[in-house]
């Protein structure tokens, strides 16, 4: 559980919390009403396709609250560097590799195969600053710097929703979806990848898996198809 | 030592792990702010960059997400405090919804703008309350943990939010 004392300073102290407390609870009348018209509201909202790109820049421009030692200005170099401990390049709790986890979307994913693959994917890395120089591809949705942001595009013009699965979000169908931004059946998703292989599939209305056929491909311990994606750790200063 | 290992937080991973609870927040942010995407999407970038700088507050990381969500609901409260101050846009004229939910006649979309129409009309607490319990259907101590409120007041809040979307609802021409 949280400490709750430790968050209480976020508040943002509401009028009357107390005065209301020896009243009644809802009824069973109102768990009834509340159902009908709740219903309506749980419709899935969406925000702009560039939303992680912003945050990625407002985040990167912000000094995080460090107690201690200073953090290391390239945390993800540090971590492929030759010569320092294991203990000193332990990521974090939220940086760490987690047990791949098969959900149920993707289970039936796999039993239906990869029948009805119309679909084009393309990746466009945005790469560190360091690196600019060696990068064929300039992004397309970013124009700040958005250190190894990956473009994940699909085009599936009869799909109802697509989502990205792979190994950095735990292959989880509902994590990541890709957004559209008309009729022309282009989703698109910017996520933030480490650098390193990373394998991954689309996932369209729930129930079809898709791999990338402009990446290449690999196949995991059941024979499923993944695609992969590497990126390349940013150019060291000499 | 979690704590500690918090404290390396690098931005691309930081922002990968919002993203799985982005859209968990989302709708909660934009059911708060009424229907506005646009201020659910500020709410939802200041409340994400507050907790990339507050993460060495997170001391357990199997609830990161009730931590964040802490986070989302008191910038949401923040925001709508704020924005209210500046304008009076949920203020609605006569007969705007009366009776939309007893008729029945208004589409899909139509119909969830009327409800929420008729949510922008409750008190701030309320409205939390309810789109915690019935929208994103917490439980009484999930919502206790993530607001700080405790168990019989939010119960109360809920009921109170029931009984005056009903009177808004349910009476054509309610105003």
Request: proline residues 7%; glycine residues 6%; aromatic residues 8%.
């Amino acid at each position: 559980m949280s400490d709750h004392s430790e968050h209480r300073d976020l508040a943002v102290p509401m009028a009357s919390d107390t005065s209301d407390e020896c009243e009644d609870a809802p009824t069973d009348l109102d768990a009834a009403f509340a159902a009908r018209i709740a219903g309506p509201l749980r419709c899935a909202e969406h925000l702009a396709p560039d939303f992680e790109l912003r945050l990625f820049a407002a985040v990167s421009a912000a000094e995080p609250r460090v107690k201690g030692a200073a953090r290391a200005p390239t945390p993800v170099l540090a971590a492929h560097t030759p010569g320092i401990r294991v203990s000193e390049r332990q990521p974090s709790w939220w940086q760490r590799p987690h047990t791949v986890r098969v959900s149920p979307v993707v289970g039936l994913a796999m039993a239906a195969g990869f029948a009805g693959l119309v679909s084009l994917a393309t990746l466009q890395a945005v790469d560190r600053p360091a690196a600019k120089a060696q990068t064929a591809h300039r992004p397309l949705a970013a124009t700040v710097e958005t250190p190894n942001v990956v473009r994940f595009v699909l085009i599936e013009p009869g799909a109802r929703r697509v989502a990205l699965v792979g190994d950095f979000n735990g292959w989880a169908a509902d994590a990541t979806p890709l957004a559209t931004a008309g009729t022309g059946g282009v989703w698109t998703v910017s996520v933030p990848l480490t650098p390193g292989r990373h394998e991954y599939a689309f996932v369209v209305d729930g129930a079809r898996w898709i791999t990338d056929p402009a990446a290449p491909r690999t196949l995991d311990d059941f024979d499923t198809q993944s695609s992969v994606v590497t990126i390349e750790p940013p150019a060291q200063k000499s | 030592m979690l704590v500690a290992a918090v404290l390396d937080a690098d931005p691309h991973a930081f922002t990968a792990l919002v993203s799985r609870y982005r859209d968990a927040y989302t709708r909660f942010a934009v059911r708060m702010l009424g229907g506005s995407h646009a201020d659910a999407d500020e709410v939802l970038q200041s409340a994400f960059l507050r907790a990339y700088r507050r993460m060495d507050s997170c001391r357990d990381p199997e609830r990161f997400g009730a931590w964040l969500y802490q986070i989302v609901v008191n910038e949401c409260r923040t925001y709508a405090t704020r924005r209210a101050r500046r304008e009076r846009r949920f203020v609605q004229e006569p007969g705007d919804y009366g009776g939309a939910f007893v008729a029945h006649t208004a589409t899909n979309t139509a119909l969830r703008d009327e409800i929420q129409r008729a949510l922008d009309q409750l008190a701030p607490e309320q409205r939390e309350a309810f789109v915690l319990k019935h929208v994103e259907e917490l439980s009484y101590d999930e919502m206790a943990e993530i607001t700080g409120i405790g168990v019989s007041a939010l119960k109360m809040r809920v009921k109170r939010a029931c009984e005056h979307l009903r009177a808004l609802l349910e009476t054509p021409n309610h105003v």
